[in-house]
């Protein structure tokens, strides 16, 4: 049978039923809070209330509540959960290791320091206040300012600084652009932080089958395949012995990407007690340790002529990375997405990007929606900057500044072309 055009194209701009919305809108929904597996307990952390210390955990008094199938400290798990290594073979990363729970020291106020394993979550939040923790405070580092600052205390002494990250990426000729431009302009961009507040927060639901070493492991994931994969190089356990299943999700905006401490805590409690465990986030916990997006500041200083042509560009851009990286996301990946998106429709002759990384004490970075579509704004939020101070029209300034390659065509997988 000939059929005309692709099966995708046929739907460009046709009125689609949506298939789900009976099931949503009839309360049929299946979430991770509502997956319920025989002999199921249920964790609960204890979290930090400092932003920077060094602890001594006492747990026994939890051990002893009635209820309490479990109480893991990060000794507890030595062995179960290996150290969190984020990928640092990128130039000019530095790898910051770190286990799931925190172990000698705490770096934000939500800091995981210890899980409780119980009947109900009741009797698990109940047992989490019965924790002892002794503080010993440290100097925080409350933003980039002072963790770009030589002097302040390091997140990781191991690491020396608290600069995670720093590379120059490099296109033309820079120098020569600035040397024969008319005038720079220089403009700085704060983007304040971001949180994640999806309607569902975080959750799982972990069981594994001793008979055969197999662990099921339910989420609200974006990543099956990220999950699988990293909780097995976590958990010491092989990709084909792992499942991932990801029931209905209730909002996740890019929060339920990556895999999170949590992840391989609650299927660690599962290997270890032999029961199902669940953990469902609460909205405290997604507001103090669920994670955050997009804190950064660029600096751009631009060399122009003065009838608006830009011969170069130099960008700053300082990240708050937060004090942990979530895997797979390594924060230096951002600020190569900046290399993509920041220069939106522009002209850029030369361009020359320095990215730090910094590591304050606040939750770690994530994908709010996407990242980085803040970045082309200031790339026109600049454009008017400097139509402005080299007082020319708004046409006058595009025509110099706007993008117009006939040659940038794509043809898409499914047959439609789109010119830049």
Known sequence: MAVSGSVIGNYVGASVKRVEDPRFLTGQGRYIDDIMLPNMAYAAFLRSPYPHARITVDA?????????????????????????????????????PHTALASD???????????????????????????????????????????????????????????????????????????SADRVITETFRQHRYINVPMETRGSVATYDTAIGELTYYAGTQAHNAMRFFLGAQLNLPGHRIRVIAPDIGGAFGLKFGVYREDMLVAAAAIKTGRPVKWIEDRRENLTAGGHAREETLTLDAAVKSDGTILGLKVKMTLDAGAYQVMPLNPALFTMIVRLVLPGPYRFRTTRLMPPLSPPIKLPTSPTAAPGPSRPGCARAWRISSQRNLGLTRSKCAARTSSRRKSSRIRARWGLRLTA
């Open 105 to 179: 020291k705490v770096r934000f106020v939500g800091d995981p320091i210890a899980m409780v394993v119980a009947e109900s979550r009741y009797v698990a939040e109940d047992a989490v206040d019965l924790i002892q923790v002794d503080y010993d405070p440290l100097p925080p580092v409350p933003n980039m300012e002072v963790a770009l600052d030589p002097a302040s205390a390091p997140l990781y002494e191991e690491v020396g600084d608290n600069i995670a990250y720093h590379d120059t990426f490099t296109y033309g000729d820079v120098d020569a652009a600035f040397s």
């Open 60 to 96: 026994s008094e939890a051990r002893a509540l009635p209820g309490v199938m479990a109480v893991f400290t990060a000794a507890d798990l030595a062995g179960v959960v290996n150290p969190i290594l984020v990928d640092a073979s990128l130039p000019g990363a530095k790898p910051q």
